[in-house]
């Protein structure tokens, strides 16, 4: 029984321990920085306390939490404050849809607490200071510019270098100023319409205009391009003409001097093959006489006996002699060949 009063207690004192810690703690969310003031102690904290859990000492301690990320402010259709009014040079009314994009200076909330107080009174007092900024640049433009995209674009450039420089003092950083939509008093918007549609109109006329006349510009330039054209094409004509023509008397002169060459080559040649013809048939002829004359000349001599019968016994055409051993000796050939008829000379 005694266990489970203490278990008890303990836990009360836990529970109290943990709502008296949680009432002593402030959460700044992420997106959100704090500014502390100690209302019985040194006063405005000059700092900023980042995302997290910090002290809250109940009447010691006052917080405000500010909004760290990128805000905007409208100035639109719409919005209780209504779009910016703009007064232009010729003295028409523009209104405007703007959107400004800005943030506190990270490490200045403090600043910014201690010189605008708490609230959003700072989103306030940049509403003004844009307002401030802008009319003058823009009413600066011609009504007509309005319609210009590049012309608003470097007047909202203008604008926030401007309005940038005066919520420096603000503690404020500018991001961006976003002109989305223009308009203008229903008079004087039929006005421009029909402003705008006369000069589409001119510049319609005036391009019509100006095809009809590069398109004559271009007759003339094709009609000359194709006089220039055909004037080529026929000295084109002439010159191959003349060319081939002397080439075709160069190609006959040219096979008339191969053709005599052809044939003086010929006769060249069928003349030296006559000469040597004869030179041969004349070799052959003495070749002839002088054996002609050996013959006789041999026919004359000791040895003519011995020629007949050579010639005798080739036209004999004997095939196979017979000659008996006992009778004669084949090794005493001078008395073999005197037997056989065989003269010789003393």
């Not at 995302?51 to 990128?70: A, I, K």
């Not at 000295?235 to 053709?259: G, S, V």
């Not at 044939?263 to 041969?280: M, R």
Request: proline share 3%; glycine share 6%; hydrophobic share 40%.
């Amino acid at each position: 029984m005694k266990v489970t009063a203490i278990a008890s207690s303990g836990l009360l004192l836990l529970a109290a321990t943990g709502i008296f810690a949680r009432l002593c703690v402030v959460k700044v969310r992420i997106g959100q920085v704090g500014v502390l003031t100690e209302e019985w102690g040194s006063g405005l904290q000059q700092e900023d306390y980042p995302p997290g859990f910090h002290f809250d000492l109940g009447p010691l301690h006052s917080w405000e939490l500010f909004d760290s990320t990128v805000q905007t402010l409208s100035m639109i259709d719409g919005d209780p404050n209504g779009p910016l009014n703009v007064k232009s040079r010729d003295g028409q009314t523009v209104i405007l849809d703007v959107t400004i994009k800005f943030r506190i200076k990270p490490g200045e909330c403090w600043k910014l607490r201690q010189e605008l107080g708490t609230g959003d009174y700072y989103k306030t007092k940049v509403r003004n200071e844009a307002i401030d900024a802008m009319r003058p640049v823009f009413g600066s433009m011609l009504t007509e510019d309005f319609y210009d995209p590049k012309k608003r674009t470097d007047k909202a450039a203008e604008s926030e270098t401007l309005l940038r420089r005066r919520l420096a003092s603000l503690h404020v950083e500018l991001v961006a100023i976003l002109v989305r939509d223009v308009t203008f008093n229903l008079t004087y918007e039929k006005e421009l319409k029909l402003k705008a549609l006369k000069d589409q109109e001119r510049e319609v006329n005036n391009a019509q205009r100006e095809a009809a006349q590069f398109r004559g510009n271009t007759q003339i330039i094709e009609a000359a391009t194709q006089a220039k054209v055909t004037v080529i094409k026929q000295t084109l004509e002439k010159t191959r003409r003349e060319l081939t023509a002397d080439n075709e008397k160069e190609i006959a002169k040219i096979r008339a001097d191969a053709a005599r060459y052809v044939v003086e080559t010929h006769a060249d040649a069928d003349l030296f093959k006559a000469e040597k013809q004869a030179s041969a048939n004349l070799l052959t002829k003495n070749a002839e006489a002088e054996a002609q004359r050996l013959r006789q000349t041999a026919l004359q001599g000791s040895g003519a006996k011995n020629l007949v019968a050579l010639e005798a016994a080739k036209n004999l055409n004997l095939t196979k002699i017979i000659i008996s051993t006992l009778d004669n000796n084949v090794l005493d050939l001078p008395s073999l060949a005197k037997k056989l008829g065989s003269v010789t000379g003393k």
